[in-house]
């Protein structure tokens, strides 16, 4: 296939934890060339076939530039975590019309779980509103929606883990779902690259094939896995209602977290994995996925 015939990617949000997940997958695929968008441009190290480009999500003329002759958006930025939710409204918004304006073909965005049902939840709302913009905009989508991270950049699990541990928030026995990041990544760039026009306007819920878990469930499965005796230590719901208000006066991440766990609270963060397996293939069990992270952490 020459370079000419193949598909533009964008990945913004290239360099994150999940986002850099996505780019290697892209890379491996022959039949797309890829772009990879930082503020500061490519990373060191950076190698392969990618060709990185400066944007800044609340700089839209650097989206302009970033999207020339791009055909696929993906998007897994957000700035809630560590910067600014800005990001994830305004950036957010700043992308979806810059995608616009360069007549896009998919839009392809990470939103989570049921964020259509969490509109006290900060970062849930933002998704929700990102994703009314882009149909809104008439942009061709697919919204690939992620349950809880069982392995994130500080993987407090495998550290809980290490000292014997599961850490619980607010019971052992309420059930939502997960996502390895790795299984994640490689469902989101076949959402980028997927042949078919099926995949058009679909909301896609990423989840394990056997359900939800409870926090029990989860301490169990990890131990018989990983063969150490784990003790769950749950801080109850009761301590997350009394700190919501405080804590909503100094710290907006620290809200936006107790918030999102009381909406855990309500059972509602369940994926459902049907369009998952339609799309992407056979969906892994939580023991599959549990197990390859537990290899990784040894
Ligand atoms: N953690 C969970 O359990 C969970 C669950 C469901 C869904 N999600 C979603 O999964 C995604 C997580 O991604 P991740 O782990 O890869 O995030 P991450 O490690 O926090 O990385 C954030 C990325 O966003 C980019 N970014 C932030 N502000 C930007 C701006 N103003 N302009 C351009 N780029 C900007 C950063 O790029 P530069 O700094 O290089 O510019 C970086 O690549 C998010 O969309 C999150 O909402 C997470």
């Known amino acids: 296939m020459s370079p000419q015939s193949k598909r533009k990617v964008l990945v913004v949000g290239a360099t994150g934890f999940l986002g850099s997940k996505i780019l290697r997958q892209l890379q491996r695929d022959d039949t797309v060339t890829v772009r990879a968008m930082s503020r500061r441009g490519a990373p060191a190290g950076a190698t392969g076939n990618v060709q990185w480009v400066r944007g800044d999500l609340m700089d839209p003329d650097s989206l302009d530039a970033a999207l020339e002759g791009v055909e696929v958006v993906v998007s897994s930025a957000n700035g809630y975590m560590k910067e600014t939710i800005a990001a994830d409204f305004e950036g957010n918004r700043n992308l979806i019309d810059a995608a616009a304006r360069a007549g896009v073909k998919r839009f392809v965005l990470v939103s989570i779980v049921a964020c259509d049902a969490a509109p006290e939840v900060p970062h849930f ?3 929700k509103v990102a994703e009314d ?4 905009a008439g942009l061709p ?5 992620a349950p809880a991270f069982l392995d994130q950049s500080v993987d407090y699990v495998a550290e809980g883990v290490k ?3 599961f ?3 607010g019971d052992k026995t309420t059930r939502w779902s997960y996502v390895l990041t790795e299984d994640l990544a490689s469902d989101v760039a076949r959402a980028a690259t997927y042949p078919g026009d099926d995949i058009a306007n679909q909301t896609i819920d990423i989840g394990w094939r056997d359900g939800p878990k409870s926090q029990q469930e989860m301490a169990e499965l990890i131990s018989q896995i990983t063969g150490r005796p784990l003790s769950v230590w749950t801080v109850p719901w009761l301590v997350f209602q009394a700190l919501v208000r405080p804590v909503k006066l100094f710290s907006e991440l620290g809200y936006d977290l107790i918030r999102m766990f009381l909406f855990f609270r309500k059972g509602q963060f369940v994926s459902d994995t049907a369009l998952q397996e339609r799309f ?3 969906v892994p069990s939580a023991r599959e996925a549990i197990t390859r992270w537990a290899d990784r952490n040894k």
């Open 167 to 169: 850490y619980a928030v």
């Open 133 to 136: 913009r882009i149909k809104a």
């Open 163 to 165: 000292a014997g541990r």
């Open 141 to 145: 989508f697919v919204f690939v929606r």
């Open 125 to 127: 709302h933002a998704k």
């Open 280 to 282: 992407f293939g056979p």
